[in-house]
């Protein structure tokens, strides 16, 4: 089962900054946090990850709470593009092998014009 | 960087018969992993192959399986399809930076 919980969905106004949280209460502390995401029809993409620091790409920005329970990642300038489910997992990264990805619900999030 | 390919992109068959599906993996990269897609169960592991060896598997019947070559290209079949098997079958190639997906093989049993 997936150690993360999402809301199901959520609006953001085209040109606004997206914020979506995840509370995973459960992490581990090797355990670090991926965001993923799916548009329509198409393979998930991965976004960022992070272990505790905040971490910032070309893409988005990943905030994590200094107790490590939650986190929002934040897309600064959402477009009608960023339309898609968004995915927090949480998982060990090994450099020997990979562990699984184990997908929940995510969250539905909607760009509006 | 060329992406994961997986063909074919569509796919209809009849319970009972079985399919084989295919991944070829970004160059250089030795994993290959298989997800099954459905409304209902959403996103599901089904296995990883390294260099030729599977190293994880999902919960998923024995009717499930694959296989990986020398060229790390990777290969899933199913057998006595049934019509539950109907999804999106994703494969990925990952670092421990991050997966990379391919666009999936839509199979819809009838």
């Not at chain 1, 209460?25 to 946090?33: F, L, M, P, Q």
């Not at chain 1, 393979?43 to 620091?53: A, S, T, W």
């Not at chain 2, 960087?1 to 070829?24: E, F």
């Amino acid at each position: 089962d997936a150690k993360t919980t999402q809301p199901p969905s959520m609006d953001c106004a085209e040109g606004r900054a997206a914020n979506l949280p995840c509370n995973h209460s459960t992490i581990s502390g090797n355990e670090y946090v991926y965001w993923y995401r799916q548009i329509h029809s198409q393979g998930p993409q991965y976004i960022i990850h992070g272990l505790k620091n905040n971490e910032t790409n070309e893409m988005a920005s990943l905030i994590i709470t200094e107790d490590r329970k939650s986190s929002t990642l934040i897309l600064p300038h959402a477009t009608l593009r960023d339309t898609a489910v968004y995915y927090c997992i949480v998982r060990v990264r090994q450099f020997s092998g990979n562990t699984p990805l184990v997908f929940g619900k995510g969250t539905r999030l909607s760009v509006i014009a | 960087k060329a992406g994961v390919t997986q063909t074919p992109r569509y796919l209809i068959k009849t319970r009972g018969q079985q399919v084989t599906l295919s991944c070829s993996p970004i160059s250089g990269h030795r994993s290959v992993s298989w997800y099954q897609q459905t409304p209902g169960q959403g996103l599901q592991f089904l296995f990883e192959y390294f260099s030729e060896t599977q190293r994880n598997k999902g919960n998923f019947p024995g009717r499930f399986s694959g296989r990986q070559f020398s060229n790390s290209r990777s290969e899933m079949n199913v057998s006595t399809l049934e019509l539950g098997d109907s999804a999106l079958y994703l494969c990925a190639t990952g670092t421990d930076y991050g997966y990379t997906f391919g666009s999936g093989t839509r199979l819809t049993v009838v």
